[in-house]
């Protein structure tokens, strides 16, 4: 066995827009989600996505908010003194040390969700490190109800990580290896993240291929979710946000079993479901700032208020362009 | 008869005491000792005997002259002028349930794990002693405490206590967790079913550290329920509201016979959700901790369900802002998880009501397309 390989440890992520005019950024608003397992940032500027990054969310918290940013903010110059507004957002939001407010990360993501995929969007499960939840929300990405699962990481970010690693098989290729398999097996009774090692290890000595196993835990995760989901019920349409909404095994398994289909991005989109939580407070954080703008603009007399160029920015963004 | 409860006017019938009255006004007074259909602890004493035990005091109210009565113990007459809530009131009601936490196991109370736990080992590594009960999340007494004390101002200890356990038929009997309220003993003696077996006797040893005199526990008369003369009506059980006394798998020991179907066990009235009026008086009561607060308007309508670094700091701001706002009511939890706990009530709450705590909506103005 390869004891060197980290084969839990996903992949940062990082994206800035191409051909961005340095001098043209202005009005930046930023949204950091620090989640249990990961931690998001994402830059505005105007209103218009301009770079987000991913990392892991270390021991501690507000050192992960200020590594986020900077690994958003870093490859094109932005440094926290050109940020008008930060939102906070995440378990940890309110660990990030330079954060104007903090918002749940449940209004975040909904609001994220609802820029990524488009106002069509009602339904959102939100997948993420320890924790899942159904979100409803309106054609504006406000919350109107949610649901989420019991103090257990089982089913869940950390849990996949644990099989990963259990299994030697790279994180982001689960979901494909989970299909290479002749006849879905039957779910694992137990996602017990604690018990997932050995529940394994008995399948593969039982002469399960790796492939079988990832099946097997895949759709038992699925499973799980898919419940949640059902009590809260499925309105069209149907978006995955939170890293796991990266796995195909997990989300075609979900589909299959609430036999409503997600939404999907375009093939050429820059979003990463997992940056919805941070996109959401940079959402907000642009709303927050332009409000702060134009109050201070009243008390100052003045008639030079801010454009919108909130619905404008979607409008270019949607569909959202290729990356670089 | 006609009377006022906190300004309300209730009808009653003759006889009813004051406790009664604010039953039927849907006034929740706390009552530890007092249990429908029996008779007062301490009749005994007004006989002329001696006293067996204190009464649990909780039920403390003030009538018209401005004095502070037991509601249980005093009767109720036309025209009375009762108020069952003030600070004073609370304070005598927070010291009198201090006296009776002291020598009951209570870490339950604020364990994080307060919505579900297989009891099977203890996470947060209590000593067996102070854990929690098989009632837990369920007993009287909790709900009561989270009543009378809904701004945490009693630190919630390990208190611990003998937990030696005697399972006789289906009635199970773990006196270490006896307050002494004297309910059992009552319903052993009064029921029609049931066998005089159980009594009201001194504690083997005062709790350490104990100033008032222990309070008395419930024991069978004689070494075993069996030879005290049980009946095994399994009406002590559902009665006693600090798990001390319980019937495992049933509400009742064994199914009374038919000849004793015509007494039934009486519906006693339980705690509501507490809170505390949001007043500076209150707020200073609340531990400077991490936790989730509760802001609730006059009519006890959820407002707000926030997580604070500092509950107490929350809710001192939540005073300052209560002119713009209308909140009158507050409750908190303890946890230091409290971002997470937040999203947690808050699932609660919209499963309950179908949407938000209206100031946990996200103003309509911070979504793009609204913006002037």
Sequence with gaps: ?????????????????????????????????????????????????????????????????????????????????????????GYGRVNVPFADRTITEIACHARGANFMAGPAVRTILDMGGQDCKVIRCDERGKVLNFIMNDKCAAGTGRGMEVIADVLSVPIEEIGRRSFEIDDEPPPVSNVCTVFAKSEATSLLRAGWSVERVLAAYCAAMAQRVAGLIERMGVEREFFITGGIGKNVGVTRRIERLIGVEALRLPEDSVFDPQIAGALGAALFAHSLHRKREKERGVAAGAGAVMPPVDTAARKDLWPPAAGR | MHLRIDGEAVAVPGGSSILDACDAAGRYVPRLCHYPGLSRPWAAAEGGGPALWDECGLCVIRSGDGSEVLACATAAAPGMEIVTDDPELRAIRLGRLASILAGHPHICLSCPDRDGCSRDVCTYGNAPEARCCA?????????????????????????????????????????????????????????????????????????????????????????????????????????????????????????????????????????????????????GAVPSKAGVLHLLDGAGRVLRITGAADVRRALTEALAGQARGEAAYFRVELDDLYTQRESELLARYAQQNGHLPPGNEVDDDLFGDDLP
């Design chain 2, 135 to 283: 009632e837990f999340g369920r007993c009287e007494l909790g709900a009561l405490v989270g009543f009378v004390d809904a701004a945490l101002a009693l630190p919630r200890r390990a208190v611990t206590a003998s937990r030696d356990a005697v399972t006789e038929g289906r009635i199970r009997r773990e006196m270490g967790l006896c307050i002494g309220c004297g309910r059992c003993a009552r319903i052993c003696d009064e029921a029609p079913e049931a066998g005089r077996a159980l009594e009201m006797g001194a504690a083997d040893a005062p709790a350490a550290g104990a100033q008032e005199r222990p309070r008395p526990v419930a024991r069978p008369k004689k070494g075993t329920l069996q030879a005290a003369g049980c009946t095994f009506c399994g009406r002590c059980g559902p009665a006693c509201p600090a798990g001390a006394l319980s019937t495992p798998g049933g509400a009742g020991a064994r199914r009374p016979g038919r000849r004793r179907a015509g007494s039934r066990p009486a519906t006693p009235v339980l705690p509501p959700v507490g809170r505390e009026p949001l007043t500076e008086q209150a707020v």
């Design chain 1, 1 to 89: 066995m390869d004891g060197q390989r980290e084969f839990w440890r996903w992949s940062e992520r990082s994206w800035q827009a191409p051909d961005l005019d340095r001098q043209a950024v202005t009005a930046v608003t930023a949204g950091i989600d620090v989640g249990s397992v990961s931690s998001q940032a994402v830059l505005l500027a105007g209103g218009r996505l301009v770079s987000f990054f991913s990392t892991r969310t270390g021991s501690s918290s507000p050192d992960s908010a200020v590594r986020a940013f900077k690994g958003a903010g870093e490859p094109l110059g932005i440094t926290l003194d050109d940020v008008s507004y930060t939102v906070g957002t």
